[in-house]
């Protein structure tokens, strides 16, 4: 069952068998769009600076955040997509002090958390998807030869079936009602190929979803908010304007 705490009261380890729904809201009486963050660690552990630090960065720019710390013991995959739906929908439906905007729910994840947001957009009922993706250097795959290999085991365990391969990697799973994304990644990332996420975009070119793809030539895999790599840094700026295009982000907060 999903558990649900404010700015970070009763947060959970970083390798546990429930997932928590950590809620960062901006303390103003309007309405303001909120975003869902998914921090990577192959389905393994949390990397803390692809969670808080991340929900910083949104509460920069105007919009309310959460951190989901989902399970990482015992997993079974559709009841981890299934915490994700929980946790959108608690943002959705349960009466709370601070306001949120109307169909603007978004979700982020980097690294596996970008697949555990990824597949939940793709394969989610309409009513339980975000309305918006923002990927860093994802998990895309679980297909030879640009699966990672980590990811796919602590998700799927040891020798998975093909039919399940296909069913968990999302961009096999992309259709019409799939949100627009935003995604960056790098060229050289050692650990997660940059095919990943050309993979992703490509699936959602072909079914008509809108989307924004940044591939920077160097950098190693796991930069977060890329404070030691300025040209990865970029991505801020670039996904702030992504953003305020689609109305997450109002004049004077990028």
């Not at 968990?168 to 995604?183: E, G, K, L, N, W």
Request: aromatic share 8%; glycine share 10%.
């Amino acid at each position: 069952m999903l558990q649900v705490c404010l700015e970070g009261d009763g947060a959970a380890p970083e390798e546990s068998g429930e997932s928590i729904l950590s809620l960062y809201p901006l303390p103003v009486q309007e309405e303001r769009p909120f975003i869902l963050v998914l921090p990577g660690g192959g389905y393994h552990h949390l990397a803390r600076h692809e969670g808080e630090p991340v929900v910083q960065w949104l509460n920069s720019l105007g919009i309310h955040a959460g951190v989901l710390k989902y399970r990482t013991q015992d997993i079974d995959p559709s009841l981890l997509i299934k915490d994700v739906e929980d946790a959108l929908a608690w943002v959705r439906e349960e009466p709370k002090e601070w306001k949120v905007r109307t169909g603007q729910i978004g979700l982020t994840g980097f690294s596996a958390g970008g697949h555990l947001a990824a597949i939940t957009a793709v394969t989610a009922a309409a009513e339980s998807k975000p309305d918006l993706l923002l990927l860093g250097y994802p998990v895309i795959t679980f297909e030879e030869p640009y699966a990672h290999a980590g990811s796919r085991l602590n998700l799927l365990g040891v020798n998975p079936v093909e039919a399940s391969l296909i069913a968990y990697s999302a961009d096999r799973q992309v259709d019409s009602r799939t949100p627009p994304a935003f995604i960056w990644a790098t060229a050289n990332d050692a650990s997660v190929p940059v095919e990943n996420s050309l993979k992703f975009a490509a699936a959602l070119s072909q079914s008509g979803i809108s989307f924004e793809l940044h591939i920077f030539e160097e950098g190693r895999h796991g930069l977060g908010l890329s404070a030691g790599n300025k040209e990865c840094r970029q991505w801020l700026q670039l996904c702030a304007a992504w953003l305020k295009k689609h109305h997450y982000v109002t004049e004077g907060e990028d």
